[in-house]
């Protein structure tokens, strides 16, 4: 799936390529999923509330989330690492995988990010059809949450990056439905590796339900073979 040179070559001009789509006209009409919505608790809303609040003096931001992303960001994405044939034939199909599932039964979250800080805080209320153990959140949907906010914590940071590596330690289950925190920030950055540590905790921060460290790399295109 990653590109080859002709295609790189294709983005950067030299070689004719196909027509790209127009992704700017797309935006307008996107549901913005980072939004409150009916099945959003009253643990999920404080939480939004209070970092809305945070977000007044401008150090915290509220990232918006789409279930078909067509931002500058992405479209910058594809043409680097993308092959064109790929792109043109897979993505008008293509989802963000948390934001996949009906409203309330999977993935509700907001995140905020602190630039200054190079933290990303996650809000999520994992829905019905996320259980694993009878009762309680599955683990790789925990695993994901943690993926993404790591996640975007390092492409915030440094641009596009990928998971090289992800261990985490589930101390608790996380019940079915409730709200958590999950905190994730930049301890170490070598070149184009960054370290990102996370946890999750209970809204009252009393319980700690899982610790995760994890590599990204950010992506090179001229690495690319
Ligand atoms: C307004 C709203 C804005 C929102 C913005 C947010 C936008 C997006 C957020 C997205 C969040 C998404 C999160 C989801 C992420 C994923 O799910 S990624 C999927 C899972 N990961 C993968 O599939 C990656 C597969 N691996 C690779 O493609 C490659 O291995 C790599 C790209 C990770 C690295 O390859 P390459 O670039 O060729 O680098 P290397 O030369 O191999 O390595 C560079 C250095 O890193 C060291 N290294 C590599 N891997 C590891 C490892 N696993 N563990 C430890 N170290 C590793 C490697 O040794 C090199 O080190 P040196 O330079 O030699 O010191």
Redesign the pocket.
């Known amino acids: 799936m ?1 590109r080859s040179c002709a295609a790189r070559l294709r983005t950067l001009g030299a070689v004719p390529g196909p027509a790209r789509r127009s992704f700017s006209s797309e935006k307008a009409t996107q549901k913005d999923y980072s939004l409150p919505n009916p099945s959003w608790t009253k643990d999920i809303r404080l939480l939004y509330d209070q970092f809305m609040k945070k977000c007044e003096d401008g150090s915290w931001k509220r ?3 789409y279930k078909c992303k067509s ?1 500058q ?1 992405v479209q910058n994405f594809r043409n680097l690492f993308l092959d064109t044939k790929f792109v043109e034939e897979q993505t008008p199909k293509a989802q963000i995988f948390t934001r996949s599932l009906e409203e309330g039964l999977g993935f509700e979250y907001v995140m905020f990010h602190n630039e200054a800080e190079k933290r990303v805080v996650c809000v999520f209320q994992g829905g019905p059809h996320l259980q694993g153990n009878h009762g309680y959140v599955h683990g790789g949907a925990i695993a994901t949450m943690i ?2 906010t790591a ?2 914590c390092a ?2 940071t440094g641009g596009y990056a ?4 992800l261990n985490i330690n589930f101390r608790r289950p996380i019940p079915l439905c409730s709200v958590v925190v999950i905190n994730s920030q930049i301890d170490k950055i070598e ?3 960054y370290f990102i540590s996370c946890d999750i905790r209970s809204v009252d921060e009393k319980t700690l339900y899982s610790e995760a460290t994890s ?1 990204f ?1 950010k ?2 295109p001229n ?1 690319l073979k």
């Not at 990928?162 to 590596?165: S, V």
Request: aromatic fraction near 0%; proline fraction near 4%; glycine fraction near 8%.
């Open positions: 990653l990232l918006p989330s931002t960001r993926d993404i996640g975007t492409v915030l990928m998971t090289a590596n070149g184009r590796k590599l790399i992506l090179d690495s």
